[in-house]
């Protein structure tokens, strides 16, 4: 069992960065491959970026590719999403993900086991 909690949304100009956390806890953080996922107002979940167990792999969804970065800590238990250049179309809800297939940059939601609340981005003016 893991429980996943999301912090560091907010809203920002078009052009800014923004850093997403999530912070896990209940079981052994490095067995699990992490993902982030959005789902914007009327539109299906989208995936956004993932990285491996050890974080060795990492994984971009192409709308994002160049602008977010996913990382994470093992020691502190912590999967970050830094997000520069802004856009509107950016503006979602944000969820991080944790999937057994720890080996692995899973993009697809099914994949995934547990999932956190979720924390708002809006990019506007």
């Known amino acids: 069992q893991v429980q996943l909690v999301e912090s560091g949304g907010g809203l920002v100009q078009p052009g800014g960065s923004l850093r997403l956390s999530c912070a896990a806890s209940?079981?052994?953080?490095?067995?699990?491959?992490m993902g982030w996922f959005r789902q914007a107002p009327g539109k299906e979940r989208e995936f956004v970026a993932s990285i491996n167990g050890i974080g060795s792999l990492v994984n971009h969804a192409d709308s994002v590719r160049g602008r977010f970065a996913i990382s994470r800590d093992n020691a502190k238990n912590t999967v970050d999403l830094q997000m520069s250049s802004l856009k509107p179309e950016d503006t979602a809800v944000y969820y991080c993900?944790?999937?057994?297939?720890?080996?692995?940059?899973?993009?697809?939601?099914?994949?995934?086991?547990?999932w956190g609340q979720g924390t708002q981005v809006t990019v506007s003016s």
């Open positions: 209940g079981s052994i953080f490095r067995t699990y491959a």
């Open positions: 993900a944790a999937s057994l297939y720890s080996g692995t940059t899973p993009a697809m939601g099914d994949n995934y086991l547990y």
